[in-house]
């Protein structure tokens, strides 16, 4: 079990490939021997259980706060919530034992963060140099050609640019202590 959990996030606006990213760097990493945990934040409430199950029923006709389900092989908390909690509370309370999470999204939370950019989708990247966590973006792949960022930037088109950024974000991650 690991002493410390390293934590990054990959942010982006909608369509630009957070997910596609976030899934090769958890494979490249589990590939090297890495315990990986993800954390996915939602802007629109999830979608985790269906009107009628005997959990959904727990909930809203018992007015359980949590219902935990086991079955062979998987385990899901479902939670009501006052507010949301931010990343590193998270990774700590529910990923202890593993080597490094990949958090989707918390573009407000500061936390080491790699944007993807796809131009065909946005105008814009979230980058600004005025944002107030300005200082925890680290790298950010693209298929805009013209960057000038103060940070590496990887297209989508090079051939290595995984192994790169998985060192990156390995080096750069929030190492939270136990």
Same mark, same amino acid.
């Given at each position: 079990?690991? @002493? ?44 985790? @259980? ?69 131009? @065909? ?58």
């Amino acid at each position: 079990m690991a @002493d410390s959990i390293r934590l990054v996030s990959v942010v982006g606006k909608k369509n630009s490939g957070k997910t596609t990213l976030i899934v090769a760097l958890a494979s490249e990493y589990a590939r090297r021997g890495r315990v990986v945990g993800t954390l996915k934040h939602g802007t629109h409430p999830a979608k985790l @259980d269906q009107e009628g199950t005997d959990t959904w029923r727990h909930m809203h006709e018992g007015s359980a706060e949590r219902v935990l389900i086991e079955s062979s092989g998987h385990r899901a908390l479902i939670q009501r919530l006052q507010e949301e909690e931010d990343p590193i509370t998270l990774a700590r309370r529910y990923m202890l034992g593993t080597d490094i999470v990949i958090a989707e999204g918390f573009t407000k939370h500061p936390i080491p963060k790699i944007e993807v950019y796809r131009r @065909d989708a946005h105008a814009e990247p979230h980058y600004i140099d005025t944002h107030p966590h300005a200082d925890q973006w680290f790298a950010m792949v693209t298929d805009h050609s013209a960057t000038n960022y103060p940070f590496p930037t990887f297209q989508f088109t090079d051939t290595m640019w995984l192994v790169t950024l998985s060192k990156l974000a390995w080096d750069r991650a929030l190492i939270i202590e136990d």
